[in-house]
């Protein structure tokens, strides 16, 4: 999952992409966006969402993931 902030930063992607281009089993990578679809959920809960102050990636950088996946000759959706 591509959460700004916590999994986006360009050496983590890198690093992801580089293990995955490895194996011989992969033949795409899909990127699944955060979203803040459980927020109001915990509210429901009372308890307190963990990454409320975290907005959903933009699209630059969705682009800019995707490109590192391309790098590695990878496709991803």
């Known amino acids: 999952m591509l959460v700004p902030g916590v999994t986006d930063a360009p050496d983590n992607v890198d690093g992801v992409a580089r293990f ?12 699944l966006p955060y979203h803040r679809m459980a927020a109001e959920k915990y509210q429901r809960l009372g308890l307190a969402f963990p990454l409320a102050g975290v907005l959903p990636p933009g699209q630059a950088l969705l682009d800019r993931v995707h490109a590192q996946f391309r790098a590695y000759g990878l496709t991803s959706v």
Request: glycine share 8%; no cysteine; charged share 25%.
């Open 20 to 31: 995955v281009a490895g194996l011989d089993n992969v033949d795409h990578v899909d990127v």
